[in-house]
């Protein structure tokens, strides 16, 4: 399995262990459409592997760190409190929800990835009506490439003078 694969697959394996979210994926811009072709989930969190800087090591080894960005979707949520949230935590509960997030994936590792840490948070303001918010964590994570040149064994005869 390559890292950027263990790297979604156990960072989508923790956040579907959170019982409040309907669909845990791949960010696909599934909430980009418009209004009226939004998907049927109200409660969601895309994951994206935003980047990866490489650098080669020895031994056919690359360390790398990447950014893994989760956006969480929330169609009750602060922007739609004036229209009668329905939870008992004053439209807020999505609060309690992206604190869950963060405490299932702050020190989350892998075999080839190290631990995340959460290094940003910010609301996303896009102009519909999902409230969503993005969580940024880092990490550092290793691959083995090919190897530019083949071990060849050599024998050494003595020279006769």
């Known amino acids: 399995m390559t890292p950027r694969k263990e790297l ?3 960072t989508k394996a923790v956040l579907s262990e959170l019982s409040v979210l309907e669909l845990v994926d791949l ?3 599934q909430f980009s459409m418009p209004k009226e072709n939004y998907p049927t989930y109200f409660t969601a ?3 994206e592997i935003k980047s990866i800087t490489w650098q080669t090591m020895v031994e056919q080894k690359q360390e790398g760190k990447a950014t893994v960005d989760v956006t969480f979707y929330c169609k009750d949520g602060w922007m739609d409190q004036h229209d009668g949230t329905s939870d008992p935590e004053h439209g807020l509960i999505e609060v309690d929800i992206i604190d869950s997030i ?3 994936l702050q020190g989350l590792r892998g075999d080839s990835f190290k631990q995340l840490d959460l290094s940003n948070e910010e609301s996303i303001d896009d102009s519909f009506e999902m409230m969503s918010y993005k969580l940024s964590f880092t990490t550092t994570i ?3 490439i090919n190897a530019r040149f083949q071990s060849r064994k050599i024998s050494v005869q ?3 003078l």
């Open 158 to 160: 003595p020279s006769t």
């Open 142 to 144: 290793y691959r083995q």
């Open 27 to 29: 960010q696909r811009k």
């Open 102 to 104: 963060v405490e299932q």
């Open 8 to 10: 979604f697959i156990k």
């Open 45 to 47: 969190a895309l994951i």
